[in-house]
């Protein structure tokens, strides 16, 4: 079945299209790889939640997914990704969608780990790989990070749910600071944020980037703005397809930090895709670059796991 946004006690591997869908998406995708690009942010933040439905969760503001589902049509989707993932029920289109319309369960749990295992971001560089709704890079931004860049495959999910997010948690209302150790998960009424005041400042240390892993990196890399390697790279529910482990091996190689981190949380076998950690963790071992440590495991429904991984070179 498939899960409704930000429900963490909703659980589910998620649904691909029907197997025309997936024919034709992986013909695409043998033909082209989806372009990097990086997303401006509008000088007028005002209008990145023009019309846009906000609920919280964890005190943190978030666009109504099914809102946008509902309103985001003609040039909002350039991609077409909200009428081809409903017209297909379907949480993943590979190659076409690759989920970013929901909140999936692991980023709360990479959520509540950051909390308690209290992970440093005073400073620290850090990237939102495979971001959806950002809300990770949201909680490292507000834990003093010195820079986040957020990265999403299809450009609609930057554009129309991860850019407004991080404006609605850069007004001086949605920014409050706290521990994290006694939030609880919180729905109040749907509420409309007319007006965005404060903090473009931080929005100064964000950029966003939309485009498949590979060419994301390439256009880092290759940037006339200066980029330095990330000391944490965050990623949750990114290894749901064992066809991406590749390249997304071969992007943090290139993106981390000599001593840098990268926290991955996932459950440990997606039905339906094929992936999960332990077949991820093989991977990696096969390749000798990383070394790897599951942090931590929730037993609750299916079981999901927490991994840190790092060089094996590092100090």
């Known amino acids: ?8 006690a909703a659980d589910s591997s998620p649904k691909l299209a029907p197997a025309e869908h997936r024919d034709e998406a992986a013909s695409k ?8 690009k990086e997303h401006n942010i509008p000088e007028e933040l005002n209008k990145v939640l023009e019309n846009k439905v906000m609920e919280t969760v964890l005190d943190l503001s978030y666009v109504k997914l099914s809102v946008v ?10 991609e077409g990704i ?18 970013g319309l929901k909140i999936w369960e692991c980023t709360f749990d990479l959520m509540d780990y950051f909390s308690k295992a209290e992970i440093e971001f005073t ?8 971001c959806g709704a950002g809300l990770l890079g949201i909680v490292a931004l507000q834990g003093g990070a010195a820079r986040v860049h957020f990265q999403d495959y299809n450009s609609t999910v930057i554009d129309e749910i991860t850019l407004p997010n991080v404006v609605a948690n850069c007004t001086s209302e949605g920014r409050r600071m706290g521990s994290g ?20 400042d931080v929005l100064n240390m964000c950029r966003f980037f939309s485009g498949e892993w590979s060419q994301v990196s390439q256009l880092l890399l290759n940037s006339n703005k200066p980029c330095t390697k990330y000391d944490i790279i965050l990623t ?20 981390l930090d000599r001593n840098g981190r990268v926290y991955l949380a996932s459950k440990v076998h997606y039905f339906g895709v094929g992936g999960g950690i332990y077949l991820f963790e093989k991977f990696i071992e096969e390749k000798n670059v990383f070394r790897t440590s599951v ?21």
């Open 82 to 99: 909200v009428s081809k993932s409903i017209s297909s029920h379907s949480d993943l289109i590979p190659g076409v969608y690759e989920g």
């Open 295 to 315: 942090v931590k495991t929730i037993d609750q429904g299916l079981q999901r796991c927490i991994m840190e991984i790092t060089f094996k070179n590092s100090c």
């Open 236 to 255: 949750s529910e990114t290894i749901y397809n064992p066809d991406y482990y590749s390249a997304l091996h071969d992007t943090l190689a290139q993106l």
């Open 69 to 78: 589902e509902m309103t985001c049509l003609g040039d909002a989707d350039s």
């Open 181 to 200: 150790k006694d939030r609880k998960a919180s729905k109040p009424p749907s509420k409309r944020l007319r007006k965005a005041e404060g903090s473009p």
């Open 29 to 36: 995708k043998n033909l082209c790889v989806k372009a990097a």
């Open 123 to 130: 400073n620290k560089t850090v990237l939102d790989l495979g």
């Open 1 to 8: 079945k498939s899960r409704e946004p930000a429900d963490p």
